[in-house]
Structures are given as C-alpha cells and as structure tokens.
C-alpha cells in the first residue's frame, strides 16, 4: 500500500523567511510520481508540480524549489521569502501509474503554512 | 474556459436523504475523480472513471455510488446519508493516466 506523510502539520512564519515542507512516502512501485498541491483558503486545489520517479534533479520555480530524493523517500518543497499569500494548506501526494486505473493519488495529511506580516 | 465544475458548492443533508453532486468538465477529458477531504485531513479517492461506460472503486466507496455515461459528466450519487459523510468533496479530471489532475472547486456537504 501507499502511503505519503507529511509530519508538521502547521508552520507559522514571519513574511520574507524561507520555509521548507517534509514529504516522506512509501511504496513498492518502482515507477510513480510525486505532486505538490495548494489549497488556500479559498479551497481550491491548485497543481504546483510533478516529478516523476526517475528524474531526481532539483527544481525551482520562482520562489518555490523542490528537493527529491529516491534514497531516503523525500520530496520536500521550500518557499523562499515567504509572501501573506503563500499562506495555505500544501498537500503531497503520490501515485501509481496503471493505464487501466488512471492517475489515482494517494494524499499526505497537509502542511497549513501561515505567512504572517 | 471553465474546466472541472461542481454543483452545488454548500449542501444540508439529514441523515437518510439522498442527494447527486453534479460534475462536469469541459476538456474532453477522460479520466475523472471523487475524493473526499475530512476536517484537517488529506484526500481519500471514492471513485474514479477511465472513460465513458467505466468506473471503479477507490479507497472510500461504501456508501456512495457513480455513473459515466458521457465523456463530460461523473456524477456522485449518496443514499441514505450519514453523518460520516459530511466532508467535502472534490471532483477531478486528467488528460491521461499520468497527467496532472485538474479539480473542481468542491462540494461542502454536512449531514445532520
């Protein structure tokens, strides 16, 4: 089974500081991807990335960055200088890749990250 | 361009009614998605569709139901309602098996 955990369930920061949410997840597939998603406070959930198994390069997108590493079941993400709209709940989630069962995603419990002035 | 939508977005239930959340997307999509998410929680699948005419069980089924008889439209059918299923719930496309998911802006249900 699969299984994504996300250990701090709440960050609170001051604007401008860096912030840096765990991603730890288990599974027996060998080829699977990984997503970070945002849901602020609105309820929306918005796509940030996906990574798939065999790419292991860093990637940075603006002020977010992701660090993916295979050996110890790790995608965590970093928000540098944190923004008030950074403020959120970030969800990882994982799936198995089967093209008979689509692209079903297994969540972490969420990070809230509140960004404060 | 309107992508995933759902209908209604609040609902009150009481225990025992039964109700259909609407979705439906416009980017000929053909895999769709119900999750639910509980207070302070992640996302549990229910259903999911790989195309018109197929649907399957996720992680959360019991007490729900769906249908696919069009590319667009994955309704979310819940008999005899709950208590348990107050929750909100969220409906997904994607492009391809391992496409992003596009979700909609979700359904608050509360059975009392």
């Known amino acids: 089974a699969q299984k994504v955990t996300q250990a701090q369930t709440e960050i609170s920061v001051v604007e401008k500081e860096d912030v840096t949410l765990d991603c730890v997840y288990e599974?027996?597939?060998?080829?699977?991807?990984l997503f970070w998603y945002k849901q602020p406070p609105s309820g929306e959930l918005v796509f940030l990335i996906r990574?798939?198994?065999?790419?292991?390069q860093n990637e940075i997108s603006g002020r977010y960055s992701w660090n993916f590493q295979k050996s110890t079941s790790s995608f965590n993400f970093t928000i540098t200088a944190s923004q008030v709209v950074d403020s959120a709940v970030y969800f990882c989630?994982?799936?198995?890749?089967?093209?008979?069962?689509?692209?079903?995603?297994?969540f972490g419990g969420g990070t809230r990250v509140l960004v404060k002035p | 361009n309107a992508g995933v939508t759902q209908t209604p977005k609040f609902r009150i239930l009481k225990i025992g009614q039964s109700m259909t959340l609407q979705c439906t997307q416009d980017?000929?999509?053909?895999?769709m998605y119900w999750y639910r998410q509980d207070p302070g929680m992640g996302l549990k699948l229910i259903y999911y569709?790989?195309?018109?005419?197929?649907?399957d069980k996720g992680e959360v089924p019991n007490g729900y139901n769906v249908s696919r008889s069009t590319t667009e439209d994955f309704p979310l059918r819940l008999e005899l309602a709950a208590p348990s299923q107050t929750s909100v719930y969220f409906c997904?496309?994607?492009?391809?098996?391992?496409?992003?998911?596009?979700f909609g802006n979700g359904t608050r249900l509360t059975v009392t």
């Open positions: 980017m000929n999509h053909n895999y």
């Open positions: 997904a496309s994607s492009y391809s098996y391992n496409s992003p998911l596009h």
């Open positions: 990574r798939n198994s065999f790419d292991e």
């Open positions: 569709s790989v195309g018109a005419g197929i649907t």
């Open positions: 989630a994982l799936s198995e890749v089967y093209s008979t069962a689509g692209n079903k995603l297994t």
């Open positions: 599974t027996r597939d060998t080829t699977y991807y």
